[in-house]
């Protein structure tokens, strides 16, 4: 079965870095989109990062654009998300996903809708 588990979550001040990683397995990682997603308490999900099915397009939000970026080793299985200059607001917990789409063309990647596998999320906390 599809099976997504985050890590690199943690506590770190305000302007530093975090390397989150998505391991996943019981599928071809390969051929599918992968996004991050996070959610502040009391906030809803939000999208972050999104990277197609071919690593060839990455996609970000305005809020994380310049600050972050997303990539994949498919010989790994994984799916990272490097997180620099960390601002308080950047605290929440992070999920990754999978797409619900094998090679997909078209559509959009930075909709939920477009997931349908999710992991378990990390704690990320960016102390001012």
């Known amino acids: 079965q599809v099976q997504l588990v985050e890590s690199g979550g943690g506590l770190v001040q305000a302007g530093g870095s975090l390397r989150l990683s998505c391991a996943a397995s019981?599928?071809?990682?390969?051929?599918?989109?992968m996004g991050w997603f996070r959610q502040a308490s009391g906030n809803e999900r939000e999208f972050v990062a999104a990277?197609?099915?071919?690593?060839?397009?990455?996609y970000y939000s305005d809020s994380v654009k310049g600050r972050f970026t997303i990539s994949r080793d498919d010989a790994k299985n994984t799916v990272y998300l490097i997180m620099n200059t960390l601002k308080p607001e950047d605290t929440a917990v992070y999920y990754c996903?999978?797409?619900?789409?094998?090679?997909?063309?078209?559509?959009?990647?930075?909709?939920?809708?477009?997931?349908?596998?999710w992991g378990q999320g990390t704690q990320v906390t960016v102390s001012s």
């Open positions: 996903a999978r797409d619900r789409t094998v090679r997909r063309t078209t559509g959009e990647i930075r909709l939920m809708d477009t997931y349908n596998y």
């Open positions: 990277i197609n099915w071919s690593g060839a397009y990455t």
């Open positions: 019981g599928y071809t990682f390969s051929a599918y989109a």
